[in-house]
């Protein structure tokens, strides 16, 4: 790294100090650089890469550009950062203009710490929000994945870093679609219907926690949560699986280590809580269909009931094209059969999800074959679950990878769950996204597939306001939660 061409490429991606310390001294910036970043780097994350990776960054760029996740809360860098940008470019500062127009983020993480960064961005309403790249060092990956950033955990040497730099400087901005959630329930005659998280944690990232008694969504006599996702929701068996391997690796920290042994536990959980012979080991009172009431609305439309086949046991409302890993539970729908059913291609930025279920774990194989999908509901601008008097106590539900135990009241107090279109963020995404934009036919956005398959279609039974995802202050980690845990 001690060549001219090295030090002259990181110059294109370092901020100088007097833009990242308020106070500090303006020794004189003559260069521009072309991909000023921001690096958040959870450094518990991928075994010891996150660490690896700290340390590699925190050498080749200037050191307070690069955050350790357990350290610095990102709201308040962020926060800090754009406030001193704000008073230099008062003073008439060009350069610090320049670093404002260019700056792009790099999170290096799990996809709940991707989500966390999302969310930290959307709430902070900056001038000019940077775009995020993600580093993949979580189990599944499925953000990075969808924007071409692969889905392996990374190497931590200097020439990989460099590469990735690299990347992310030629990548492209993409809008991706902001998903609101909110549950509202009658405040229980006894016990608590506060979300538990595994081992009873407090749910931490995009935190779907109980709003304060202040907050303008809060109703007397009633319990309101609210949260927001990016990737996915889902409800049901997968979620009751991500839970227990979740539950399993808090007991257990020695032995999630690396990517490969989380896949196979994973998959071992899946057995053995039935998520493979669901029909045979759990009650029907997991069906869907059994478990809550589902509405619909489409474009500028009126609520509609959403049919639930009784087999389905796992629903997903998906934003982006990559769940469990990298699959895609939508596919590619036949044109014909699309227009037959009012459906669309599916696009990360077209204000609509799409509303995926699944009857168990052999259902969600057929992921891995050509064609393969699960059974395709519905696309939704909004979704509605009522739940039904008595039909569980419990339920488990997960947002981008980050699953929990929900209680239900036990009285007949209707539980309403209920998602929502709230704005974009940006995301960089590189010519092997996934993700597919409907500006795709601009020769500035990157190249993808539009190519739809003939496979067939569904079985039927037979076969505070709403603009506070969690940040700032309630983005925070409480301090009695270990980031090394967070996927």
């Avoid at 009633?222 to 009751?240: E, L, P, V």
């Avoid at 045979?280 to 009931?305: H, P, Y």
């Avoid at 046991?313 to 037959?340: A, D, E, H, Q, T």
């Avoid at 981008?400 to 009241?409: I, R, S």
């Amino acid at each position: 790294m001690g060549d001219g061409n090295s030090i002259r490429t990181l110059k294109e991606f370092s901020i100088p100090d007097y833009i990242l310390l308020p106070g500090a001294e303006n020794r004189g910036v003559y260069h521009v650089p072309a991909c000023p970043v921001v690096v958040f780097i959870n450094s518990k994350s991928g075994g010891q890469l996150g660490g690896e990776l700290f340390v590699t960054y925190s050498s080749i760029l200037n050191k307070n550009q690069v955050f350790d996740l357990g350290v610095h809360a990102p709201d308040k860098v962020l926060h800090q950062l754009y406030a001193n940008l704000a008073k230099l470019m008062h003073n008439g500062d060009n350069f610090a203009a320049e670093i404002q127009n260019r700056l792009r983020i790099i999170v290096a993480g799990g996809d709940g710490t991707a989500s966390w960064l999302l969310g930290v961005v959307s709430d902070l309403k900056l001038p000019h929000p940077p775009p995020i790249a993600t580093v993949p060092l979580g189990t599944g990956n499925n953000l990075p994945f969808a924007f071409g950033w692969g889905k392996k955990n990374p190497t931590t040497d200097i020439q990989s870093v460099v590469s990735f730099l690299n990347h992310v400087k030629a990548a492209k901005e993409m809008k991706i679609d902001s998903w609101h959630i909110i549950m509202r329930m009658k405040a229980p005659k006894e016990g608590s219907c506060d979300p538990i998280a595994p081992l009873e944690l407090p749910h931490a990232l995009h935190a779907f926690n109980r709003v304060s008694s202040s907050d303008k969504l809060n109703m007397e006599g009633y319990h309101t949560y609210r949260g927001g996702f990016w990737n996915y929701f889902s409800m049901g068996m997968d979620a009751q699986v991500s839970y227990a391997f979740h539950s399993e690796r808090k007991l257990h920290p020695e032995k999630f280590k690396n990517q490969l042994y989380n896949q196979s536990a994973y998959l071992k959980l899946g057995c053995t809580q039935g998520w493979f012979l669901s029909s045979l080991f759990q009650s029907s009172s997991r069906n869907i269909a059994q478990l809550t009431k589902v509405k619909i609305m489409k474009r500028q439309g009126q609520w509609e009931d959403l049919h639930i086949p009784r087999s389905i046991r796992s629903i997903v409302c998906l934003n982006l094209p990559s769940f469990s890993g990298g699959l895609n539970p939508w596919g590619k729908p036949n044109r014909k059969k699309s227009i037959y059913r009012d459906l669309t291609l599916p696009y990360v930025d077209d204000g609509l999800f799409e509303v995926v279920g699944f009857r168990d774990a052999w259902h969600g194989l057929v992921l891995f074959a050509p064609n393969g999908h699960g059974t395709r509901l519905a696309q939704a601008s909004k979704i509605r679950f009522e739940f039904h008097k008595g039909a569980a106590d419990y339920t488990f539900m997960r947002i981008d990878g980050e699953p929990w135990k929900q209680p239900l009241p036990k009285d007949d107090a209707t539980v309403v769950v209920e998602i929502s279109h709230h704005g974009q963020v940006s995301m960089l995404a590189t010519p092997l996204r996934h993700s597919k934009s409907m500006h795709d036919d601009d020769p500035s956005s990157p190249s993808v597939d539009h190519e739809e398959d003939d496979s067939s279609d569904e079985e039927d039974d037979s076969s505070e306001e709403r603009r506070k995802f969690g940040a700032a202050d309630t983005f925070k980690y409480p301090e009695e939660v270990d980031i090394a845990h967070l996927s």
